[in-house]
């Protein structure tokens, strides 16, 4: 047998036998066929069986967000329909033990092992495959060499999977992304969906189908939790994670992306200077910047800067949000923006949790919004800001409907029954509805549901919570539908 290593053969069949289980007992490890399976699993798993394209499927998402665990549950749900257990591989890349050896080999010495003849009818799964130079390069091989053997990769070097998926496998590679766990997914994970019924509410002149809970007093408490533990399958199941959120989420998830998959990705000399500024970033979530004030407060210099957001984004760390003024129009120049981070509960990670009475609530329910907002690709959300002589207004998230150039919906996200006493206070909101036509908008609220209307604008309030929870669930059905 062909010398694939430092590492006598023998030793890396036992390790691929150690990884495929099933080869004998026909059943994945306990430690994953006891954790449930997210929402998303019934959106993935379709594109593991398709069998028409000749495509390798890449699963792509940040850290700790359930892709591996996601690969077993496909592996269980192969072997419950009656596959046969030893045309089913999976091989984690991220292990030293694979480090000097093509895919092809190890899928040689997996033949091998399994004294098959060839790799028809088989899947195959490299889990962390940015561990492997050139990956892309790689698979595409695969593919055109084994027509008739289906390939699922998964990753979290989130900015070069992107990059190089769209780059090298033009044709060959179908994307699927995993993003961080949506409220919604949360309530179904902790077994909480009888919090929730289908009920409807009050937009404009329609009544529209919307989950309503039972006891919002609770729903509120867990939505509390969830925006600081709730992005991780695993945090959100653990309470001893959640006891030590900084070790658990900061050296895992931001300080391996930010000390070491950015940097070696993109060759970033000065990695605290990274680390300090997403530290920054984290702390001022739904913040408006501007470059020129980002780097009077960090002391990093404006080009440096881009190149930080543009990481931190392409790692699935932060979102940018850019800003039109009250007739919804873009601003030539873009001097000023707001950044998100793309989960919540990171900045509990790096800071400390937060009570539903403490002051940073109001953004983080805003970046929570904006979470769940983002597991619809394609959608050009902005904010709104202008000024007109000394008064400026802003309205929170803003859709743009990007062939017309026009506002779709404006909603003003607050963590506060206020609004719902006074709307008349909500004067941007009022101002922004008039310039554009609306006769309706949404305004989320701390516990209150129902209509005001000014003039002839119809405001529907929701909770926050609500609101969260429904942007998850028909994203879902639409991603189901489509």
Known sequence: MQNYSLIPTEKIVERLRYE?????????????????????????????????????????????????????????QLLSEEVNPQKIFFVGIDNPIYLHISLEDILDLCKKSLHL?????CYVFFDEIQYLKDWERHLKVLVDSFPATKFIVSGSAAAALKWHSTESGAG????????????????????????????????GENQVPYCLTHDIKML????????????????????????????????DIVDKVLLRDLPSLYGIKDVQELNRFFTYIAYNTGNEFSY??????SGIQKDTLKKY???????????????????????????????????????????????????????????????????????????????????????DLVLVDDKKYKPVWGVEIKWSNRYFERPQELKSLIQFCKANFFKKALVTSMD??????????????????????????????MKHAS
């Open 292 to 297: 020129e004030r980002m780097s009077k407060e």
């Open 172 to 203: 060959r590679f179908t994307d699927f992304m995993l993003p961080p766990l949506t409220f919604q997914e949360y309530i179904h994970l902790k077994k909480m969906n009888h919090l929730m019924y289908d009920g409807h509410v009050v937009y």
């Open 20 to 76: 495929n289980p099933w080869w004998i007992n026909k059943r994945i490890p306990e430690v994953y066929s006891s954790m449930a399976k997210r929402l998303y699993f019934t959106l993935f798993y379709p594109y593991i069986v398709e069998k028409n394209v000749r495509r390798a499927l890449v699963l792509m998402g940040p850290r700790r967000v359930g892709k591996t665990v996601m690969l077993f549950h496909s592996i269980q």
């Open 117 to 121: 003849s060839n790799l028809d009818g």
């Open 309 to 395: 957001l543009e990481y931190l984004e392409a790692a699935f760390l932060v979102k940018v949000l850019n800003k039109v003024d009250v007739n919804a129009k873009r601003l030539q120049r873009v001097t000023s923006f707001k950044v998100y981070l793309t989960n919540p509960s990171l900045r509990t990670a790096l800071f400390s949790p937060i009570s539903e009475t403490d002051q940073e609530m109001s953004n983080m329910v805003e970046t929570a919004v904006l979470a769940q907002w983002m597991h619809r690709e394609k959608l050009d959300l902005t904010y709104a800001h202008w000024r007109e002589g000394k008064t400026e207004g802003e309205v």
């Open 220 to 251: 509120n408490r867990e939505f509390v939790h969830y925006l600081n533990f709730g992005g991780y399958p695993e945090v959100v199941l653990s309470e001893k994670i959640q006891s030590d959120m900084g070790r658990y989420v900061k050296n």
């Open 448 to 477: 209150q549901t129902g209509v005001k209307m000014i003039d002839e604008l119809c405001l529907s309030f929701i909770p926050a919570s609500v609101y969260c929870y429904n942007i998850g669930d028909i994203t879902l059905k």
